[in-house]
């Protein structure tokens, strides 16, 4: 395995949004370097939020709060110039490109804008653009949805990042894109020594990919670690269902509640007996 220095340390983290209450409240957090980490919570836990303080996007209390690669993630702009911090996330769907954060319209080819990056490795663009089965001809504004997510995935991976923060940018991919893309990761995290978070709902075949998990609610850190620590997934190695009856015990709404108490009693998930369980094509709609 590559050597790697420094991995993601959140300490002491404060944040809110102008005029809103405090999201995160002395806010911790360890991922150790080589780690694929799950970003685990509800709608609205603070994932997202959490991701762009970890990208440098915002800038929080002083330079040791939020250190990447043994760096301030904001104070250091190296970290983000140099691509060794990479963000994905975010959509190009409603625009037809982007550059940074800033939409792009025009008429550009798919080859126009992997191409125009500067100072690429070739073998590691041209394996980019074959895993993602991307064609360079392919017209911005004239794709579907998945199509132009990977060409916005291609761009996002086509410097050798050393950390990856992911928010689920693989929701519009079909499944077999998905599932290579989880397998290059993989091996981005095994032989350089990359570590990547990804945070996002859709947890087929991530029980197996996953090393370690952090589990968000409201903006407190629930559960981190390994994910073989996880006691719950011991018996099950499902990791859907485990996430799911995480979820419902949190839920404030008393019949999300119930149904997980009487279904998993007896018989696991309301996912064993439905017709979308075993296929892994249905992980898009999930
Ligand atoms: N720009 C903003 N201004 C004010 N509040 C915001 C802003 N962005 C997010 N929030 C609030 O911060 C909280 C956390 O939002 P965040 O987007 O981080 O959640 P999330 O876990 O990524 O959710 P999801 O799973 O829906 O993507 C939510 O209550 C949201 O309403």
Redesign the pocket.
């Known amino acids: 395995m590559a050597e790697s220095t420094g991995g993601i340390e959140v300490s002491g983290l404060q944040f809110a ?2 005029g ?1 209450p405090l ?1 995160f409240t002395k806010f911790n957090l360890e991922i150790s370097p080589g780690s694929r980490c799950l970003l685990i ?10 991701l762009k303080i970890l990208a440098g996007k915002h800038m929080v209390g002083g330079r040791d709060v939020v250190r990447v690669l043994n760096c301030s993630a904001f104070h250091d702009t190296q970290l983000v110039c140099s691509g060794d911090l990479a963000y994905l996330g975010g959509s190009w769907s409603k625009t037809i490109g982007s550059a940074g954060d800033v939409p792009l319209q025009g008429d550009f080819s798919a080859e126009h804008m992997i191409f125009g990056v500067e100072g690429i490795d070739p073998v590691r663009r041209e394996k980019l653009i074959d895993l993602l089965d991307i064609d360079l001809q392919w017209r911005m504004h004239k794709v579907s949805d998945g199509q132009r997510r990977r060409v916005q995935i291609c761009m996002g991976l086509l410097h050798p990042y050393k950390v990856l923060l992911l ?2 940018v693989t929701v519009d991919l079909d499944v077999v894109t998905r599932l290579d893309l989880l397998d290059f990761f993989r091996e981005e995290c095994e032989e350089r020594g990359a570590t990547i978070v990804y ?1 996002t ?1 859709i947890f087929d075949g991530l029980e197996t990919w996953a090393t370690d998990v952090a589990y ?1 609610q409201d ?1 407190e850190l629930r559960r981190s670690g390994k994910l073989s620590d996880i006691h719950e997934l011991k018996g099950s190695n499902n990791l859907l269902s485990v996430v799911e009856s995480w979820l419902r015990s949190e839920s404030k709404n008393p019949r999300k509640q119930s149904i997980i108490s009487s279904v998993q009693l007896s018989r696991g998930s309301p996912f064993d007996s439905s017709p979308f369980r075993s296929s892994r094509h249905m992980a898009y709609y999930r």
């Open positions: 949004y102008e809103q999201l919570g509800a709608n609205g836990s603070g994932k997202t939020t959490l928010d689920e945070a709902h968000v903006g």
